[in-house]
């Protein structure tokens, strides 16, 4: 595994290896593919698919216990690169794994970092099902990305006053009304996990600001803001968070409630991207 905030030679050859597998594309846009939401790379056009297996420095899929893959390729006409498969810290990855994805992006040019996810709903108001453009984050995984020494490009100290770039939730806003979905705007915390939260963390989550609660994004985020990179992010809420709701948490609810909003959440990237 990589040492914390290390990095500058893994990603080099890492981004070499990437940049060949995928020539001559050359991606401006990448998203990441939360859980259950997977369909997104598969509406890419003139494909080309870089198994993690082939990708030097990324943790072993039976480490990782899913396949995962970069698939480049264009969107709307636009050139992207989609990260089908996340390195959670809740399966023992350093957070400097988890955002070597982006680290990878950044260096083959993209500009504009996309994130989904799955994340449980702490506003009352929101329902398995709605989606939730990120207006800010609480990092509560007691892990950093940039910890240890300083890769070239980035700094020690990066402002994080404006993670979730302003223009990129407006358009996401005018796109959302557009299509007409219903598009909500809150706080993401992130959790470690893996176990979902006590009652007693989601009412503390609620009391310090958080709208929803995940276990992942912020590390992608941190390196992307690091390396310049303007993000969006996107959250399916698919279960009121624990003690919010009377069912017990589950996996298999999650992935049915993303599978259910596919569609929305499909329109919704496209229209952002197409507007690029
Ligand atoms: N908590 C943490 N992560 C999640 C949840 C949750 O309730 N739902 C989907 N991902």
Partial sequence: MAEAGSGAPEVAQATEAVRVAIAPRAPRVAIVLGSGLGFLGEGLEGTARVPYARIPGFPKPEVIGHAGELIAGTLEGVPVIAQSGRFHLYEGHDAAVAALPVRIFAALGVRTLIVTNAAGGIRRTYRPGTLM????????????????????????????????????????????????????????????????????????????????????????????????????????????????????????????????????????????????
């Fill in 133 to 276: 453009l990120i207006a800010d984050h609480i990092n509560m995984m007691a892990r950093h990305p940039l910890a240890g020494r300083v890769v070239e490009g980035e700094e020690r100290f990066p402002d994080m006053s404006d993670p979730y770039d302003r223009e990129l939730r407006a358009l996401a806003r005018r796109v959302a009304t557009d299509e007409q979905i219903a598009l909500e705007e809150g706080v993401y915390a992130a959790m470690l996990g893996p176990s979902y939260e006590t009652k007693a963390e989601i009412e503390m989550l609620k009391r310090i600001g958080a709208d929803a609660v995940g276990m992942s994004t912020v590390p992608e985020v941190i390196v992307a803001r690091a390396r310049g990179i303007r993000c969006l992010g996107i959250s399916t809420i698919t279960n009121p968070a624990a003690g919010l709701g009377a069912q017990k948490l589950s996996h298999e609810d999650v992935l049915v409630t993303t599978d259910r909003v596919k569609g929305e959440l499909g329109r919704l990237v496209r229209g952002i991207v197409r507007a690029l």
